[in-house]
């Protein structure tokens, strides 16, 4: 059994101070957080196509000692527009990571707008079809994808179910673990109310969880580890350092509970 913690991107710069030293340079970001976390999501990916060199250069400053989970654009999943060969540029773009065996998963983040129809449905099929064989990810944020028959094919499917923790509020799917897979995936999204009339993702995301609310999260892991061989965490309020002080309480909190964090330390060592 693995866990890996990290964060939904690296390139915040309210890291510096806090989890990288105030005068690192952004071009030295990755390396230094590759120092600290085994595994990272990659988000800038949904918001513009990352070229093979972009993929090759991750490697080479995280020295092959990182994960990474990649959010795929939003051409397969907003606009519905990407296509076979999209997909195909796609994976030739990523082939480095594959190559080196540090892909953890291939996000798959659907709007709050993609319920589930018969038209979303064959959709769904087409795109998965497409990355037959690679570990997805998947994240529903429409209620109606939210049952029991969902989950049950994507057990027949080996399909990963993207588990969230969402403030509870209306229009939003309720926080759960949920395995459906060998490999888990949560994404740690904070609790702020403020949710829906936020005017950036930071907004959405300014959240601290308490040290309760994370110890409350680590019972919940250790409850379903049979569930599960390899569980990504990641945390995405990134604003403020949010997400630095809360992967301290959540790996603390699953030491408690004896279930280690993967470290790049420790793997550097051996």
């Not at 990659?42 to 400053?61: C, D, H, Q, T, V």
């Not at 490999?183 to 993702?201: F, K, T």
Request: glycine share 4%; charged share 20%; hydrophobic share 40%.
């Amino acid at each position: 059994m693995s866990i890996y913690i990290g964060t939904g991107g690296y390139s915040d710069t309210d890291f510096l101070g806090i989890l990288y030293p105030a005068d690192t340079k952004k071009t030295e970001f990755l390396t230094e957080y590759s120092r600290h976390y085994a595994t990272v999501e990659i988000n800038s990916s949904f918001y513009a196509p990352l070229g093979r060199k972009a993929y090759e250069g991750m490697l080479k400053k995280s020295n092959g000692q990182l994960k990474f989970s990649i959010k795929i654009h939003q051409d397969f999943t907003h606009r519905l527009t990407a296509t076979a060969e999209t997909a195909q540029a796609f994976l030739q773009a990523i082939e480095p990571i594959l190559a080196a065996d540090c892909l953890a998963a291939l996000l798959i983040q659907f709007p709050h707008g993609f319920d589930r129809t018969v038209a979303h449905r064959q959709y769904l099929a087409t795109l998965t079809s497409w990355f037959d064989g690679l570990p997805l990810a998947i994240e529903f944020r429409h209620q109606s994808w939210h049952i029991p028959q969902v989950y049950a094919s994507f057990q027949q499917q080996n399909l990963i179910w993207c588990s969230v923790d969402y403030p509870n509020i209306h229009g939003l799917p309720p926080s759960r673990l949920l395995f459906t897979s060998r490999i888990g995936y949560l994404r740690m999204h904070g609790q702020n109310l403020d949710w829906w009339d936020a005017h950036s993702a930071a907004e959405r995301h300014d959240y601290r969880y308490s040290d309760a609310e994370m110890q409350a999260w680590a019972k919940t892991i250790a409850n379903q580890q049979a569930n599960f061989d390899t569980l990504y965490i990641y945390f995405e309020n990134t604003v403020k350092g949010h997400a630095v002080y809360n992967i301290e309480m959540l790996t603390q909190a699953l030491m408690t509970e004896a279930m280690p964090v993967v470290s790049p330390l420790i793997e550097n060592d051996e």
